[in-house]
């Protein structure tokens, strides 16, 4: 193998951006030497090329991002320069079906993409001409490319970067594209145009004649007669196609290019367009019309993308003013930010640093203070502090250093808790909705078989577990007893339940005549409204208080030796009954409130 292929292998083996500037610095040598001039050795090394992969690997590296590689786009444009002149005159290799159908496609797309980049970029800044310069090349690699391998072209037509560049209202772009076609169609037409076919040309024409209509820069108009005039040399069957696909071309042609400087050529077509007889006399009226109404159309569609782009604009500048003053604002903020937060960490170490320089000063201030038999003491009890605090830190360390290695399970405890939690919810859940879903139907009907099973076993039992027969009478006797004793238990009921109401109702009453007593006003200053609370609504309460009352009052007016005697007679009038606890309690708060007021109203005659 050659030594300069296998350096070329070599650097292919690496990444594109790497290998890439030695393959070409090889590539531009080998092609330069004075050995290769011969067309048979030129043809041997082409072959190399491709059979050893560094064609493939230049058509692939056209779609890298050369912004990055050394060179810039100049490199980009000289692999193509590289990769169109290696694709020529080649024509014995291995895999000749692969080389045809696969490798030139590739980079017939490679070299129009990398020639859409450059467009595009051109477009952006219009002050570069050094964009243009290249796209220009790129061109001129890819005429080189398509003289040679007319079959291209239909893959050419059909290729996306293509119709970006076709689309393009740029003028340079316009004159770029109809060079490539004339140099296509002027250097053996016949060959050229039999090989595209009628749908390719078909397609061609129709840009040439819309770029003759849209532009009136005099280069293009030039290029785009001369390449109908070629198309109309190799066939004349296709001035009928242009008269009746382009109707009122003449009309433009001699309207818009005349005196342009290309008279000679532009007379010819024009005089070939209208050779043709015409069917109907007002056929030069109706294409004058159908040529007013295209271009009333095109100025409408261009001032309708106009107006868009326009009103685009503004939003577009605004947008891009706004995030770029946020940008810049964010890190501003982060920039002061960052400043401040570094000015305060080295105020901070200041201030430590002044702290410790202080306490270490009065320390040795009082270490010389201290007498000397202290000062061994003193930096005993130092090296203990720091012997603990040290102990601190290393266990505080291993404590947190062995919780870590126990978080995993406790987090993992937890989790199976909170599952197991969720999961028995979610059973008891769909346990309830179950029930309620599927109600009870009734007792389900025995067959045949079931109930003979069930009553062999009921038999099985009764003779396992003998019971003492019981005669009917006794039954009998049984039932009635149990019926005569539930009636009693119900009839008793009532009357306990009836006894115990009254007597609830009883203690309430008297619960709430006791509260009114306790807050009564004294004799003095109770009223006649006062009074009628005190009013029993029964006739022996209201016979048996008076006679208490007469009582009082009676013992009242006795001198105090006799109502010594009188605890006697106050014990007969409210006498506690011990057999009803209830009662005797009620009784006893009674005879106390009585015997209260009675001493208090006694009291104050004396």
Known sequence: MNPDIQAMVTATKSKPEDGLEDVLRKLTECLGKKSLQVEEELETFKQDLFNHGILDYCATALKLNFIQINGGYKTAVQIADILSSCCVGISNVKNCEVFHNKFLPLVANNLFSLADSLMMKALRDKSEAEMTRLFRKVMDSISWLLKARHHLIAYVLSSKHYENIQLSEDEDVAVVLLSLWLDLLGVKSSKVIEDIGDKALHVIMDDTVYKMSSFQNPVIGRSAVKILMHIVNHDNTMIKVIVKRYQGLAELAAKDWRGKGFDPVLDRLIGLLKSPPLRHTD??????????????????????????????????VTRLQRSFRERKRREEEQLERRRAEEGLRIQMQLHRQRANRLFRQRQLQLLEILPAAQVERYLGE?????????????????????????????????GALTIQRAVLRFLKRRRAQKARATPWTGLRKLTEAQRTELKREVDEYLSLHPSRRVSAERCRELHNSTQQMLRQWLSTREAVQREE??????????????????NAPSVKDSTPQDCQLFLSRSGPVAVRAKQCH?????????????????ESTHGDLFHIHGDDDDFGEVDWEVARLYLGGVRDDAAAPE
Request: glycine content about 2%.
């Open 382 to 414: 130092v090296e203990r502090q720091a012997a603990l605090l040290i102990q601190r830190v290393w266990r505080g360390h291993r404590e947190r250093r062995v919780f870590q290695q126990r978080k995993y399970h406790l987090k993992r405890h937890k």
């Open 501 to 518: 109401e009254h007597t609830q109702a009883l203690l309430a009453q008297i619960n709430t005549d006791i509260e009114l007593l306790i």
């Open 283 to 316: 056929t030069k009226g109706a294409s004058a019309e159908r040529l007013k109404a295209a271009c009333v159309i095109q100025a409408a569609w261009r001032a309708h993308q106009t107006r868009r782009r326009l009103k685009k604009l503004p939003r577009a």
């Open 550 to 566: 007469s009582a009082m009052v009676q013992s009242a007016t006795l001198p105090w030796w006799r109502r010594l005697t009188e």
